[in-house]
T-cell receptor, first 111, second 113 residues
């Protein structure tokens, strides 16, 4: 299973873009990159996922490098409510839909 | 839709006691799973189910049992609670095996003394 590496913590000023990096150098060709976040003590929340093309939705953008060994989650205009732990997950293949969580990045949005 | 619901929100047990953590979803999702989260750590998969009548083990299944008699419910049973099972337990569901999004419940906080 491909593993991911994320910085343990990051700060971002409110209203600015938050760029959260993730390394997944052993990712397989058919594995997707998923991002979830967990606001304090709540259940994780899905944000976005992608295979090799950049993706954007109402919450965030996902930029995946051409060699797929790393990706960046972008929150375009961070708010205080975006303070959370962000998990980058490479989805395990097969008929199980399992998610393997690491320790994630604690993003602290500062006023 | 209520989404994924979990009961109880908090529970204190003594070592050796048994209990069942309840999880229900009203979205007609086929896939359901249980995770535990210890302080400062990510979530670890305990058991999962790909449909009614089908369950399988995740990363950390020891000490836990599950069953899936209906699509809606996926209870997690602790047979003989141990302090090492003190954790926050999250239930999740998704539409199908290849579904992009898993929906998580609010969690059950369990303390075993």
């Amino acid at each position: 299973d491909a593993k991911t590496t994320q910085p343990p913590s990051m700060d971002c000023a409110e209203g600015r873009a938050a760029n959260l990096p993730c390394n997944h150098s052993t990712i397989s060709g058919n594995e997707y990159v998923y991002w979830y976040r967990q606001i304090h003590s709540q259940g994780p929340q899905y944000i976005i996922h992608g295979l090799k093309n950049n993706e954007t939705n109402e919450m965030a953008s996902l930029i995946i490098t051409e060699d797929r060994k790393s990706s960046t989650l972008i929150l375009p205009h961070a708010t205080l409510r975006d303070t959370a732990v962000y998990y980058c997950i490479v989805r395990v293949g097969g008929a199980t839909n399992k998610l393997i969580f690491g320790t994630g990045t604690l993003l602290a949005v500062q006023p | 839709n209520a989404g994924v619901t979990q009961t109880p929100k908090f529970q204190v047990l003594k070592t050796g006691q048994s209990m069942t953590l309840q999880c229900a979803q009203d979205m007609n999702h086929e896939y359901m799973s249980w995770y535990r989260q210890d302080p400062g750590m990510g979530l670890r998969l305990i058991h999962y189910s790909v449909g009614a009548g089908i369950t399988d083990q995740g990363e950390v299944p020891n000490g836990y049992n599950v069953s899936r008699s209906t699509t809606e419910d996926f209870p997690l049973r602790l047979l003989s609670a141990a302090p090492s099972q003190t954790s926050v337990y999250f239930c999740a569901s998704s539409l199908g095996l290849q579904s992009e999004t898993q929906y998580f419940g609010p969690g059950t906080r369990l303390l075993v003394l």
